[in-house]
């Protein structure tokens, strides 16, 4: 049985077509654990409504606050061999339990590719550009290659066995905020291998008050530390000095974060007016002084333009990416 652990805080009228799509899954063998979040917007009474009609759905009130208490507890009252997680105001594809299971294999997580959608307004381009990313990533069949840019791995996109997760910790993430994002990174540390369902598997729904635009903790400005724990614990080679590549407002944020754990690093730029110049007690180097191909990298550089020269300029030197750089932005 899969259990879809569902915490929500007043989705308002996205509830019922959420609901919907679940009950209409041609894979039936599923519990609904819905966990109410404190919501005050009337949806706790349409999810009490559908578990008095279904016995497969289950309502609970959260013990604490946040989706991640509510995922907690929802988890500690799943039945199933399977877990899977739903936002509640998504919508799932008819087929999406069908098509992950069918995929599924031990010691495996399956996750498929997305769709942003909105009903009340036109997408922007930053979710345009995150679907054709993290749609990509699951075309090529390797989601770590830009785990330090992005979460590979949709929230609500994935289904994994009960004991593979608690393998990983489940949803005990000590690292908040970005739940998602922090069990990409215990999936990438650890050996549990990745299936992909090669077409659309999950409706994720944009509105005006979804958490990650009304939550400042999921604005994706916050992930650095986040990044740069899982990067110092997973990735980085101490035997190779440590370069930090882009001095504008995300290597700031990177810098200061490194410079919190205490690891040493040589900070380089391309920009002429920042050469000699001391931010955090680092003193900014010209890029063309340094031999890159003697350093460990991160990459902070955002300009689309910039990216493509950078990365030029590390394929001519016959650099591997994440393992001699590794792309943060």
């Given amino acids: 049985m899969i259990s879809i ?19 209409n899954q041609t894979y039936k063998n599923w519990e609904l654990i819905a966990v109410n979040d404190h919501s005050d917007d009337g949806s706790n009474e349409v999810v009490l409504s559908y578990a008095s009609r279904h016995t497969k759905i289950t309502v609970v009130n959260s013990k604490g606050a ?39 294999r031990p010691k495996s997580l399956v996750t498929g590719m997305v769709d942003y959608f909105s009903d009340d307004f036109d997408l922007g381009d930053g979710y345009k550009n995150y679907t054709e990313w993290i749609n990509n990533a699951m075309s090529s069949g390797d989601l770590w290659r830009g785990i330090y840019k992005e979460c590979p791995v949709p929230s609500s996109g994935w289904l994994i066995h009960r004991k593979e997760f608690e393998s990983i910790g489940a ?9 998602d994002y922090d ?17 659309v598997i999950h409706y994720w729904r944009d509105s005006l008050g979804r958490t990650s635009r009304t939550q400042s903790q999921y604005f994706p400005k916050n992930y650095v ?13 101490r035997s190779t000095p440590l370069l930090l590549w882009g001095a504008g407002n995300k290597g700031k944020k990177i810098a200061r974060a490194l410079i919190e754990t205490g690891e040493k690093f040589i900070w380089v730029t391309d920009n002429s007016a920042k050469f000699g110049v001391n931010i955090y007690n680092q003193i900014l180097v010209p890029r063309e002084d340094v031999e890159l191909e003697n350093y460990q990298q991160i990459i902070a550089i955002s300009s ?12 001519s030197l016959g650099l591997a990416n994440q393992i001699n750089y590794f792309w943060f932005c």
Wanted: with cysteine; aromatic share 8%; charged share 25%.
């Fill in 171 to 179: 949803f005990n993430s000590a690292l908040i905020p970005a739940e």
């Fill in 66 to 104: 946040g989706i991640v208490q509510a995922l907690r507890h929802g988890y500690e009252l799943s039945q199933g061999d399977y877990i899977h997680r739903m936002d509640s105001d998504d919508i799932m594809p008819i087929d999406k339990l069908e098509k992950m299971m069918e995929v599924m």
């Fill in 304 to 315: 689309p333009k910039d990216q493509i020269e950078v990365q030029s300029n590390l394929d």
């Fill in 225 to 237: 530390d986040l990044k740069v724990h899982y990067f110092l614990k997973i990735d980085r080679d």
């Fill in 183 to 199: 069990l990409s990174f215990r999936l990438y540390q650890s050996d549990i291998t990745i299936k992909i369902v090669p077409q």
């Fill in 5 to 23: 652990i569902m915490p929500f805080k007043n989705p308002g009228k996205y509830i019922t077509p959420c609901i919907e799509s679940i009950l």
